[in-house]
């Protein structure tokens, strides 16, 4: 059974930073591209950030930067390092890996004084 476990997601001030994970069982972590993605409320869903299995990274426009995406193939797990966040930032934010379009149940980050 294919898992994608999200945490991390918080209520944090403006300028402040979180760190999220997404843990995945039930795959061959290190064969899969991983992504990151948000969905705030009215809005479609996004990309925010993505790394391949070879480690090439990838970011939407509006990360300016703020944002890096890594991968520990031990621990079967993908990371979303987020700093100088903006309330625009509100949103669920979604692991995925592909192939074969797994989804994890999101985690709600809120950036709100």
């Known amino acids: 059974q294919v898992q994608l476990v999200e945490s991390g997601g918080d209520l944090v001030q403006p300028g402040g930073s979180l760190r999220l994970s997404c843990a995945a069982s039930?795959?061959?972590?290190?064969?899969?591209?991983m992504g990151w993605y948000r969905q705030a409320p009215g809005k479609q869903r996004e990309l925010v950030a993505a790394?391949?299995?070879?480690?090439?990274?990838n970011y939407a426009s509006f990360v300016k930067g703020r944002f890096t995406i890594s991968r520990d193939n031990v621990r079967n797990t993908v990371y979303l390092q987020m700093n100088t966040l903006e309330p625009e930032d509100t949103a669920v934010y979604y692991c995925?890996?592909?192939?074969?379009?797994?989804w994890g149940q999101g985690t709600q980050v809120t950036v709100s004084s």
């Open positions: 790394i391949t299995r070879g480690g090439t990274t």
């Open positions: 995925r890996a592909s192939p074969n379009n797994y």
């Open positions: 039930g795959i061959i972590f290190r064969f899969y591209d």
